[in-house]
């Protein structure tokens, strides 16, 4: 019998249910896990509110709809934790998990810190949560260049430029996410149109305003920190099964962990404070060593992050893209199942 290979899994966020996901639920998950989806339908009646169902069966993509805080969160958590199930153990044995940004909170129902009905609970109502901050959004800029090494001091001059709009009257804005060779920035509107207005020349791409997205990790989402903590108790939280890495590089363990503690760091930090995903996915991999990293689905987005954060590291000699793509074509070390091809290898 061929040993299983050690994997560590990382959820990802906002931004991954797009219209090619359109109809997967139901196509990948739908005879399989058909009580829990029943039950995440059931969920969301209760509230009013369209099922899972309903949007993965619609007609067609809607980015008014299906964007949306309250909409996205939901199908995202969905297709993540049925992607997770589906993980054949007798090929892989999960050491930890990590996730991006909004992906935390699939994280938690993943390492078996929340139940998986209560982390569909939990990313829903934050679906919701995340639309009540301050005005503002985010704004995404690269900071790698073709190859995907860092383009020598932008990533500096850049967190100077935005320290410096920041300190300025009626100006808010803060590092959000840092996603190795991307940044998101955050900030009131102010704050972004001068970021927007002076940012040096970046490489690749030009700076992106993230449609539908609120000034996440930073203080101007204090509603949504104010109002997950009155309607999310710290009891739906218990130590974790497996370890899971946060925005801080933090490693949650099993035997270690204060359930009310991570709560209050869901609930606070996680919202209010900068979410290092880059850091979190290094941390996992010197930690724990894994053969290979799975990206469950929706799509396949974080995978450049993820391979990123690898090379700024030289992961087992990944040193930019060339390497990464050499790597992926003879021993995948990163295999998403949004992609058929490699989804085949993860579940059998």
């Known amino acids: 019998m061929t040993a299983r290979k050690t994997a560590l899994v990382v959820a990802p966020g906002r931004g991954t249910?797009?219209?090619g996901e359109l109809g997967s639920i139901a196509r990948l998950h739908g005879a399989r896990f058909a009580d829990l989806i029943a039950n995440f339908d059931g969920q969301r009646r209760d509230r009013g509110q369209p099922t899972v169902s309903e949007l993965d069966g619609a007609d067609r993509f809607s980015v008014a709809t299906h964007?949306?805080?309250?909409?996205a969160a939901p199908l995202i958590?969905?297709?993540?934790?049925l992607d997770y199930l589906s993980i054949d153990r007798e090929k892989y044995d999960v050491v930890a998990v990590a996730g991006n940004s909004m992906g935390w909170y699939s994280a938690l129902a993943?390492?078996?810190a929340v139940s998986v009905a209560d982390g569909f609970r939990i990313?829903?109502?934050?679906?919701?949560?995340?639309?009540?901050h301050g005005p503002g959004g985010q704004i995404l800029l690269q900071v790698v260049d073709e190859d995907w090494r860092p383009v020598p001091g932008l990533r500096e001059t850049l967190l100077a430029l935005v320290a410096a709009i920041d300190a300025r009257?009626?100006?808010d804005l803060a590092l959000s996410i840092d996603l190795a060779g991307m940044l998101v920035f955050a900030g009131d509107e102010a704050g972004l149109a001068a970021l927007l207005a002076e940012a040096p020349p970046t490489p690749g791409r030009d700076p992106l305003r993230l449609a539908g997205h609120g000034p996440f990790h930073t203080s101007l989402m204090f509603g949504s920190s104010d109002k997950a903590r009155a309607e999310l108790p710290p009891t739906l939280f218990g130590a974790p099964t497996l370890p899971m890495v946060d925005g801080r590089g933090h490693i949650w363990r099993p035997l270690s962990s204060d359930p009310g503690i991570m709560w209050d760091y869901t609930f606070g930090h996680q919202i209010l404070a900068p979410y290092d995903f880059a850091l979190s996915v290094q941390v996992a991999v010197k930690e724990f060593a894994p053969d290979a990293i799975i990206l469950p689905g929706p799509g396949d987005t974080l995978g450049g992050a993820i391979a990123q954060s690898l090379i700024a590291i030289g992961w087992q000699g990944i040193?930019?893209?060339?390497?990464?793509?050499?790597r992926q074509a003879s021993d995948p070390i990163l295999l998403s199942m949004g992609r058929a091809e490699q989804r085949a290898l993860v579940t059998g």
Do not use: I, P
């Open 319 to 326: 040193a930019g893209k060339a390497d990464f793509m050499a």
């Open 67 to 71: 964007m949306r805080g309250d909409v």
């Open 123 to 132: 990313s829903n109502a934050m679906g919701l949560n995340s639309q009540t």
């Open 110 to 112: 993943l390492g078996g």
């Open 17 to 19: 249910y797009g219209k």
């Open 169 to 171: 009257a009626d100006h």
């Open 77 to 81: 958590y969905t297709a993540t934790a």
